[in-house]
Structure formats: C-alpha cells, structure tokens
C-alpha cells in the first residue's frame, strides 16, 4: 500500500535554507506534491514535480526527487518567517487521489 | 478563477446530530474530492468522484458518511448521527482530469460537542 513519511519538526533561521524531505512508498506515482498549510487554513500547492524528471526549481524552491530511493526533498531559499508553517508532502498514484505524509512543521526564528 | 469553495467554514453540532457540508469545485474540473485532516495529522482520502459518478471510497468512509455529487458540479457531504471522533477539518479539492493537479478548499472546521 501506500506510505509517505516525513519528519516531524524543522527549526531554522531567517535567511538561511530549510530543506523538508518526504520518502514514499509507491513506485507507480506519476506526480509528487509540496503543500504548505497555515494554522486553520487549507491547504496551498506550492509546487509539483513529475516522476520522471530529478530536479525542479520554482523561485525560491527547489524540488529534488530521487526515484531509486523514492525519496523527495523541498528546499526553500532565503527562509522567511511567512514561511513557518506545516507542510505536507502527497504522492499521485494511479488512481489519482493523493497519500500525504504526516506534515513537517517549520518554525522560522528571526 | 475563484479556487475551490467549501460551506460552511466552521459547524459546532451536538453529538447524535446530521450535519451537511457543501464543495464548490473549480468551474469545468470534472474530478472532485473529499479528505479528512484530523488534528495533526495529514489528510486522508475518504472519497472521490468523476463527475457526478462515485468511483472510490476508503474504508475510513463509515455506514454514517454519504456523499454525492448529483449534477457532476457541487457536491455534499453528509454525516449521520454523529460522534466525537468525527471532530475534524473536512477539506473539499478538484481536478481537471486524471493526472491533473488536486486544488484544495479552506475546508470545514467540525467540532462535535
């Protein structure tokens, strides 16, 4: 079946890069997702990436994938304290719902 | 383009009561879903249709819960005779079509009391 895990909690300072990273489950996934949720908010689609490219870059984030190991990472540059907030990684699979992990919760210090 | 559109934002209810909540989908997005986020957690899939056909539903989705999409537009969700573990966000999103980007709503804030 389908997992998606993810670490709990990232605490980083303004202006330096967060990186959030997500491992899978299923080798059938046709797009893998980045979401961010602000407290009593839905959620926002950040970015996407397509299950055959390794890299996508989105002005201030970076999407990295590695199928092998199905392993997905966001790195945001240049961290702002807007960007504290809880985000969740989603696999696409063929059926097309979406699996999301737990959520990581990134805490922004000035 | 007006996002998805969930209603009502927040319901308080009493244990044992009916409630009813309404997804707006983005205009033409033919694939519509319904997930759960329960405090802490990631959001899980309780069921989706194409347009106005129901083609999955997760085994989280209980005798209580029914949900319909009659002209392949709106679509509600109703929960029966509820309980306090039915306490949760209920988030509405829509696709185009298959393999296309999910758009979530605000979602619905239920509190059962």
């Known amino acids: 079946g389908e997992d998606v895990e993810q670490s709990l909690f990232l605490s980083v300072r303004e202006g330096d890069s967060s990186v959030i990273n997500c491992t899978y489950t299923?080798?059938?996934?046709?797009?893998l997702y980045w979401y961010k949720q602000e407290p009593g908010a839905g959620l926002q689609l950040l970015t996407y990436?397509?299950?055959?490219?390794d890299m996508k870059q989105d002005q201030r984030l970076t999407v990295l994938l590695n199928k092998k190991d199905k392993h997905l990472s966001l790195r945001i540059a240049d961290t702002q304290t807007g960007d504290s907030a809880i985000y969740f990684c989603?696999?696409?699979?063929?059926?097309?719902?979406?699996?999301f992990g737990g959520g990581t919760r990134v805490l922004v210090k000035p | 383009d007006t996002g998805v559109s969930q209603d009502p934002r927040h319901k308080i209810t009493k244990r044992g009561q009916n409630v009813t909540f309404r997804c707006d989908p983005i205009s033409e997005h033919n694939r519509l879903y319904w997930y759960r986020q329960t405090l802490g957690q990631g959001p899980e899939f309780l069921t989706y249709?194409?347009?106005?056909?129901?083609?999955?539903k997760s085994r989280l989705l209980s005798d209580r819960f029914s949900a319909e999409r009659p002209k392949g537009s709106f679509s509600t969700l109703e929960i029966q005779r509820t309980e306090q573990g039915d306490s949760a966000m209920y988030l509405c999103?829509?696709?185009?079509?298959?393999?296309?980007?999910?758009?979530f709503g605000s979602g619905t804030q239920l509190s059962v009391l």
């Open positions: 990436i397509f299950s055959n490219m």
């Open positions: 989603a696999e696409q699979a063929a059926g097309n719902k979406l699996t």
């Open positions: 999103a829509s696709s185009a079509s298959v393999g296309e980007k999910l758009f």
């Open positions: 299923d080798s059938s996934s046709t797009y």
């Open positions: 249709f194409q347009n106005e056909a129901q083609l999955e």
